[in-house]
């Protein structure tokens, strides 16, 4: 697996294989890889002749006060996990080529910004908007693949490359998950072992919470008791314990198995901030 | 010259001419077309295989109070002057296929877009960055040609391209002129036959001003000499004549002929809104 630092030498490569017809697929991360990013780079290998991963730290998509400096990064271990996970090529461009000086341009959506983690992390999805418009157009693949986990970002995603005419597919890949249920999260590694032995709590509370709206609970009710549940395993505060509709991510106050529905929740423990999502059906 | 509607039967067009080598470039417009336009084409003849216009009069980026409702709309004389200016397709999509129920995202050029017509024309060029992102994206063109009369336009579309990692090179064509200067513009014929006969003069200041300004001239005391003159024409008021950098549009105060530099206009007259600019170079 090579890896490539310019746009330039990512299209050069692309525009190779589909010269040739062959299929691409497009897996972008942060880094500091686990299980859950590797099943991205297999699904692309289901859906593709080809996969790129690309690590990239993006520095707008980071609040002020957020893990930008600290965020985990090894590029030779992700280098190697990827190599070993079928990818076929690594674009890792440093911050100066993905944004030159003059660099001026910002993408927003709305609406779906303004909720969840939106409302606690302003800004933060015109920061992934802005990197993922621009590495879908370097790109041009012919397919990118992005983890359910963050089931909003994906929600953003999918209606700024509807809206901006992107000619990429975008495919959500399922949630992969500890024995506990715990969301597989490069944050995670931030929890102390104290932390990681209640971090399933979130997982748990969400579940029993869908499964008695499902049975015809009343939701606020179950919201509470959820949010009850985090905070007696001993996280330290709760962002949202919400329901919403997986597409509009408008909110529910009367569940209906008709509309796709899903309950999400964000909590913070530690130095952690754990999110998780789940879809609400009989 | 066939006419398509959709972007899946644009896209299957150009998909068709790439497959078989063919270089395309694209040329969009607003329609009412002038012979500014057409030498759009033939400029995307010289640099293409295959020339595709688009007619689209942007909703997004008219103000409240501007011209929207009665902008000019022949699309039959269009399409005709199309056709034989060598345009091998048109793309004319509604509105409903350009912004469909749930559209939400907006593309922001910031800096450039504050100044001269920009700060006029609050919210301008951000619709003119939304709608040109999306014409470029589907149509996939190798190259597109604008006009250098909307010069901040055109430093708009190529900074968010090169942002954005639009893949598609951007080309301006000169601005074509009537005998007395006036820049060629669709918003021409608001104006009335006494208004015609003054309108050349706002070239005519500018272009005065440009040469003095090379020639060692005060740039405050020709600047203002042309305001003076476009007034004195019969202009009803000056929205701005300003000296800028050509890439930048950063204000100059001092000429270096080092530096590309353009002098810039905008002024009312009638119901018209005219803009003109041009290099200031010895």
Known sequence: ????????????????????????ALTPTMGALHDGHLSLVALGQHNA?????????????????????????????DADLLSRGGCDLLFAPAVG?????????????????????????????????????KLLNQ??????IFGEKDWQQLAVIRRLTRDLDIPTEILGAPILREPDGLAMSSRNRYLT?????????????????????????????ELAAARAAILGAGFASIDY??????????????FDPTVPTRIFGAARLGRARLIDNMPVEG
Do not use: K
Request: negative net charge; proline residues 4%.
């Open 1 to 24: 697996m090579d890896i490539v630092r310019s746009v330039a030498d990512l299209r050069a490569r692309v525009r190779g294989w589909h010269a040739r017809g062959e299929r691409v």
């Open 49 to 77: 002749d080809r996969v790129v991963a690309t690590i990239f730290v993006n520095p707008t998509q980071f609040g002020a006060n957020e893990d930008l400096d600290g965020y985990p990064r090894n590029e030779a271990r």
């Open 97 to 133: 080529e993905m944004y030159p000086p003059g660099f001026s341009t910002r993408v927003i959506v709305d609406g779906l910004t303004d909720v969840l983690c939106g409302a606690v992390r302003p800004g933060h999805f015109d920061g992934v908007a802005q990197v993922v418009t």
């Open 139 to 144: 790109a041009q693949a012919d397919v990118a």
């Open 193 to 221: 072992a104290d932390e990681r032995a209640v971090a399933g709590t979130l997982n748990q509370a969400l579940r029993e919470a869908a499964q008695r709206i499902v049975a015809g609970q009343d939701i606020p009710s």
């Open 241 to 254: 314990v919400e329901l919403r509709e997986a597409d509009t991510l408008a909110e529910v106050v009367r």
